[in-house]
């Protein structure tokens, strides 16, 4: 059994299956190591699951089968509680649903894989011979989900009591549950097939002066807004360019300033794969905080796939992927000449290019997972 943190099927499917989660569960799907599967969403508040079903109908559709089956749990109320003993209540809630679905579906002494931290650690799960919990990200220092934060530190005491099994995506998230069972660092990765084949990149770059300096990802808190604009000006004759989605629109508003930073939407993995390509040098000027030290960047493991040199904040997750290959800035330093020096590395050869998507693909990641996971 597979449980999804705080997206579902649907969403994941609409956001192209890019992230770890994602991933997974779709490759979790007729896996060979899989008997049968049962994949869980959150539970729902009914009227706005009524909602989105009529929005999508007919777009998304679960590959359901004898082998596999998809569980849609849905409640009355609309938003999650925080407090200790609404999730409480409501973890005890999504027990009896998963051991229901667990039950329908026959499955004989059922493994479990979890993505959701409070279902981890507040559901009891005994109906499970074994549980891992798949650590994404730290998300008690997630500042979205700020008021779950005690009952995130709760839940990892949980975790770590009763010895569940982790895979976390980093060091420092590891470190952070302190788990007690097995365990193990499972980093982000790539599908081959995205960066082993050519793709063409969006007509919009023709225009962009070179070189061309690229961060894919979320735009939010995270940048260092300050080392963006003194790569800029450092570099008048480079474009920066910042794509993904817009989360942060105020934290990011002095970047438009700059003639030479462009900000743009969130771009189809197709699309995505060949601007990258594309691109010059990849960027990644995390501010340093609990969250991003936790991290397993998905962008890094696609700059390097794509054969770019990589100029990144010095943070932990960072520092062994590729040493050669990516400039590292502590925290203070001179992001402008740092450029210099990322760019002077060049890119990659093909044959280093493809050694290292083949040696970081998801199909080795998920049989990590799959290891710890079936012991």
């Known amino acids: 059994m597979f449980v999804f943190s705080y997206v579902s099927w649907e969403a994941a499917a609409r956001r192209g299956w890019f992230a770890s989660e994602d991933r997974l569960a779709r490759a979790l799907v007729g896996h060979e190591r899989v008997g049968r599967l049962l994949v869980c969403d959150l539970m729902r508040s009914l009227p706005m699951k009524l909602m989105r079903d009529r929005l999508t109908r007919g777009r998304v559709a679960f590959p359901a089968s004898e082998r596999s089956q998809l ?58 011979r074994a549980v891992t919990f798949y650590a994404i990200d730290d ?115 002095p970047l438009r300033e700059a003639r030479n930073i462009e900000i743009r939407p969130p771009l189809g993995r197709e699309s995505l794969a060949g601007l990258i390509r594309t691109a010059d040098l990849g960027l990644i000027p995390h501010i340093g905080s609990p969250l991003t030290r936790a991290m397993s960047p998905l962008k890094l493991y696609e700059y390097l796939a794509a054969g770019l040199p990589v100029l990144a904040a010095d943070l932990p997750p960072l520092r062994d992927v590729a040493p050669t290959r990516v400039t590292l800035v502590a925290e203070g330093a001179d992001y402008a000449a740092a450029v210099r020096q990322a760019l002077a590395k060049g890119r990659a050869s093909e044959a280093e290019r493809i050694d290292f998507v083949q040696r970081n693909s998801w199909r080795t990641r998920h049989e990590q997972l799959l290891d710890l996971a079936l012991a």
Request: charge should be positive.
């Open 71 to 128: 569980l849609q749990p849905v409640r009355l109320r609309r938003s999650s509680p925080t407090s200790r003993a609404g999730v409480e209540r409501t973890g005890a809630v999504y027990d009896r649903a998963l051991r229901r679905g667990v039950t329908r579906m026959g499955l004989d002494d059922p493994v479990a894989i979890v993505a959701n931290p409070l279902v981890a650690g507040f559901c009891e799960l005994s109906w499970a």
């Open 139 to 253: 998300w008690s220092a997630y500042p979205p989900h700020r008021h779950w934060w005690p009952a995130y530190r709760e839940s990892y005491a949980r975790i770590a009591a009763r010895g569940l099994r982790v895979a976390a995506v980093s060091d420092a998230v590891l470190e952070r549950i302190g788990p007690t069972g097995p365990c193990k660092v499972i980093p982000n990765g790539l599908e081959p097939s995205e960066w082993l084949a050519p793709q063409g990149p969006p007509d919009w770059i023709a225009r962009l002066g070179r070189p061309l300096l690229l961060y894919a990802g979320t735009l939010d808190a995270r940048l260092d807004v300050e080392a963006l604009l003194a790569i800029a000006r450092a570099r008048p004759e480079a474009t920066v360019a910042l794509v993904g989605p817009l989360l942060d629109p105020q934290h990011l508003a």
